[in-house]
């Protein structure tokens, strides 16, 4: 063993020294280049490790890729303006985005309780900021819709809208997320819709009238007059570029007065410049007449999900029946001209019963009924088509319906659906959720995380909420299939609680209203704030 040692110690003096290598020693731009193969986590590493890697990683293309590349939009300009502004874009709104994935309560998120209300609130929309501000994030803006025959739902990062039931009209009440006080108040509203675009909030009474409020100071924007009936539905709208069809425009379902007649859906053209000077800008400017108007038959239920709208400007209506009229409006811009209001392009036939939900793509159509196991799925682009070719006539008869194109079966009762990047969501009464193939009809998964009912979903490229009678909300998250080319997956993450407050007297969540990092569950006359990026005093 000590010859060996000899041996070895004799080859090591013999040999001639080398110069040994540092990556330092590279350029700036060759260090550049490695750092664009690093993912973000590495990246921060690297950047930790001397004063020149910290300023190859500080440079802003590497992190305007990685956030490009994470999110499909980003507005950088939310950021304070400084150096590192795309570094700190990730980093603020990544943390956001771990804080919803962790969902740790007093740590991730926050809640506060909204009480007040006299009336139960039955619908609801919520509205956040258009431009979101990562960094300090604001809360959003909530309209809600008490017990009334018909009423809506908002929100912005001012505070919440709640219509509040008194007589057969609701009154509107604006609401402060952070002080759980009323800010601002209107009466007489029916319904209400809101556009977060143009932080505009639309309010629809009686007389047929509807107001259309800038909610950053509650101004009046302008008044519209329909025709002769009350304003039941509100919906905003907006076109692709390049479309025929308005780039911002209104809905109204106007029920009519007279007792056996038609009810009309009437489309607002609100893509108006606004008025040159500022004393024209202090009168209110509306157009004088919808551009333009469909028929409908009336509806045996309404609620804001009565309209689906899909982005390539096809408008299908739930609630009259086992019929679902189908419009395709940009075709109909072209006969404007003709005698309003207009039929149809397409009626399509539900096996089922009353058809009482709707989701509409640019390609499908997904119809459920109320207590029933089944979702049909409608090809609405092939009936479209084939109805061009055969020459039928847009008419409300027995030669223009279809019957789907496939029916998916969902194991229970039908309560909550949506559609999101091509894959159907049910919710079901007994707890269970599930992720559809529409194309094939095949379920992908399914998941029981809840003890009651499935009242409403949420879903978006990021997240699944689910809210039950229950008293909780679920959080899911998406995840990278591991087969590439294959569906993407879901998977259960936690579950937001309602606490021990006055509304579990009620039936459980009933409504569920999310946007880029709060969410808002309703039950009863009460609603439950919870938020991932602000600091909240206790209730």
């Not at 330092?24 to 950047?47: A, G, N």
């Not at 309010?203 to 025709?227: E, F, H, P, Q, Y």
């Not at 193939?437 to 009651?452: A, I, Y």
Request: net charge neutral.
């Amino acid at each position: 063993w000590y010859a060996r040692l000899a041996r070895t110690e004799k080859m090591d003096a013999d040999e001639e020294p080398q110069e040994e290598f540092a990556i330092d020693w590279l350029p700036l731009d060759c260090i550049i280049c490695i750092c664009e193969w690093l993912p973000p986590d590495d990246l921060v590493r690297f950047s930790r490790a001397c004063k020149l890697f910290n300023g190859a990683a500080q440079v802003g293309y590497l992190w305007r890729h990685h956030c490009l590349r994470r999110w499909t939009f980003c507005d950088v300009l939310q950021v304070a303006e400084g150096p590192r502004r795309w570094e700190r874009y990730f980093a603020a709104r990544r943390k956001v985005e771990a804080r919803m994935e962790q969902g740790r309560p007093g740590r991730d998120y926050r809640v506060k309780t909204l009480k007040g209300h006299e009336s139960d609130i039955t619908d609801a929309v919520i509205i956040g900021d258009s431009r979101v501000n990562w960094e300090n994030p604001k809360p959003p803006l909530v309209i809600s819709l008490a017990s009334n025959p018909v009423s809506g739902i908002g929100i912005r990062p001012l505070g919440v809208l709640v219509p509040e039931t008194t007589s057969d009209q609701g009154s509107v009440k604006g609401w402060d997320l952070l002080q759980a006080k009323p800010v601002w108040s209107q009466e007489e509203v029916l319904c209400i819709a809101a556009d977060s675009s143009s932080s505009e909030l639309a309010t629809g009474k009686a007389d047929g009238s509807i107001t259309l409020w800038n909610v950053r100071d509650w101004g009046v924007k302008g008044v519209l007059k329909t025709r002769a009936g009350s304003v039941q539905v509100l919906k905003y709208g907006a076109a692709k570029k390049g479309s025929k069809l308005p780039q911002r425009f209104l809905l109204a379902y106007v029920k009519t007065d007279s007792f056996g007649g038609n009810d009309q859906i009437e489309i607002w053209d609100l893509a108006k410049p606004d008025p040159p000077d500022e004393q024209a800008q202090q009168q209110p400017v509306s157009p004088a007449k919808p551009f333009l108007a469909l028929w409908s038959s009336p509806l045996m239920g309404l609620s804001g999900s009565s309209l689906a709208l899909s982005s390539g400007g096809m408008l299908s209506r739930a609630g009259g029946g086992t019929e679902v009229p189908v419009w395709d409006l940009p075709s109909l811009i072209d006969t404007i001209s003709s005698t309003p209001p207009h039929p149809p392009n397409v009626t399509l036939n539900s096996p089922n019963s009353v058809v009482t939900s709707c989701w509409l793509t640019p390609s499908v159509l997904a119809t459920t009924c109320s207590s029933s196991f089944n979702v049909d799925i409608w090809d609405v682009g092939a009936h479209l088509e084939a109805a061009r070719k055969a020459g039928r006539s847009a008419m409300y008869d027995s030669s223009n319906l279809w019957n789907p194109t496939r029916t998916i079966m969902n194991g229970a009762a039908v309560t909550a659906m949506c559609v999101v990047a091509g894959l159907l969501v049910t919710g079901g009464d007994d707890g269970s959720l599930r992720l559809f193939n529409p194309t094939k009809g095949d379920c992908l998964q399914s998941f029981r995380n809840h003890q009651g009912a499935i009242m409403d979903i949420h879903a978006d490229a990021f997240r699944v909420l689910t809210c039950s009678k229950d008293f909780s909300l679920r959080v899911y998250r998406w995840v990278k299939p591991q087969v590439k080319g294959s569906q993407p997956q879901l998977e259960s993450r936690y579950t937001l609680l309602g606490g021990s407050v006055a509304h579990k007297t009620h039936d459980g969540f009933r409504r569920l209203l999310c946007e880029a990092s709060s969410c808002v569950g309703i039950a009863g006359n009460q609603l439950k704030f919870y938020t991932f990026a602000c600091k909240l005093d206790s209730p």
